[in-house]
């Protein structure tokens, strides 16, 4: 696994808008949970196949976050839904939308 799709600190504070994540490279991504709920991965989400949407009007309130072997993180939201599998290497390519807050290390 490479360092910059591996999390060493994942905050995600309940009644928070946002879920942070620090990478092995360093790398801090703060994430609105409504852009996580909103590019869940499912397919019933995203039905099948086609590339990666964001969809609007979920609920984004992040219930809970449980791990997922060592490659992903399941992420249960306010209204019950939790099959989406967000894997480490999807949710470091998320931190490439504008809405993500990326710090990197050694920037003031
Ligand atoms: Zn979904």
Known sequence: MKPEHTPTHVKAPHGAKDTEITWGDGVRCVY??????????????????????????????LRDLEPVGHYALKLV????????????????????????????????
């Open 32 to 61: 609105p949970n409504t852009l996580l709920r909103g590019y869940c991965p499912c397919a019933h989400c995203q039905g099948h196949g086609g590339t990666i949407a964001f969809v609007p009007g979920g609920n984004s309130e």
């Open 77 to 108: 939201w306010g209204d019950g839904h939790e099959t989406g599998i967000y894997t480490f290497e999807y949710l470091r390519s998320l931190a490439d939308k504008p809405e993500v807050r990326t710090v990197r290390p050694g920037a003031t």
